[in-house]
T-cell receptor, first 110, second 111 residues
Framework: QKEVEQNSGPLSVPEGAIASLNCTYSDRGSQSFFWYRQYSGKSPELIMFIYSNGDKEDGRFTAQLNKASQYVSLLIRDSQPSDSATYLCAVAHNTDKLIFGTGTRLQVFP | DTEVTQTPKHLVMGMTNKKSLKCEQHMGHRAMYWYKQKAKKPPELMFVYSYEKLSINESVPSRFSPECPNSSLLNLHLHALQPEDSALYLC??????????FGPGTRLTVT
């Protein structure tokens, strides 16, 4: 069974700190990896995707991928209270099928 | 522009009712999806349409019936639902099948 695992949290960080969210996946053949942000009562929003080993930066967000360790992470620099949300890791199993983790709830306190 | 729209925002229906959820995208994406999301759970894939043809049905009960009238529209017809079907129903679209963009969802309550 293809699985994506995340710590459910909550992960609590002070405003201005770096939040680090982690995700592991079981299918070694996975090629594409995604981070979605979901505010309470809202729909998931795609914020980052990464296909190659290494780091990918976009503004305050950095996605990191290590295929050998089957590990993908999301770093949020200068965390703001508005970043408080659930972050879903998703892995493309096949075209058109994403496997989602259960999400990590992030709380950024002032 | 990655906008997917869904109507209605909220829907309350009885177990004997028939209703439909609607989804629209104008990004020219070739694939559209229906997901169901329960509270504190990740989205669960229900159906995928690719180039207007049903390509994936995740063994969804027949009381849910999808329809893709054209490349921009996706409907989900609901009939004889159960209270446990109450959830957030999400539509998404994608061109490459992996970067999927979600609409705002329809919050469904079955009474």
């Amino acid at each position: 069974q293809k699985e994506v695992e995340q710590n459910s949290g909550p992960l609590s960080v002070p405003e201005g700190a770096i939040a680090s969210l982690n995700c592991t996946y079981s299918d070694r053949g996975s090629q594409s990896f995604f981070w979605y942000r979901q505010y309470s009562g809202k729909s998931p929003e795609l914020i980052m995707f990464i296909y190659s080993n290494g780091d990918k930066e976009d503004g305050r967000f950095t996605a990191q991928l290590n295929k050998a360790s089957q590990y993908v992470s999301l770093l949020i620099r200068d965390s703001q209270p508005s970043d408080s949300a659930t972050y879903l890791c998703a892995v493309a199993h096949n075209t058109d099928k994403l496997i989602f983790g259960t999400g990590t709830r992030l709380q950024v306190f002032p | 522009d990655t906008e997917v729209t869904q109507t209605p925002k909220h829907l309350v229906m009885g177990m004997t009712n028939k209703k439909s959820l609607k989804c629209e995208q104008h990004m020219g994406h070739r694939a559209m999806y229906w997901y169901k999301q329960k509270a504190k759970k990740p989205p669960e894939l229900m159906f995928v349409y690719s180039y207007e043809k049903l390509s994936i049905n995740e063994s969804v009960p027949s009381r849910f019936s999808p329809e893709c009238p054209n490349s921009s529209l996706l409907n989900l017809h609901l009939h004889a639902l159960q209270p446990e079907d109450s959830a957030l129903y999400l539509c998404a679209s994608s061109q490459d099948g992996t970067r999927q963009y979600f609409g705002p969802g329809t919050r469904l309550t079955v009474t």
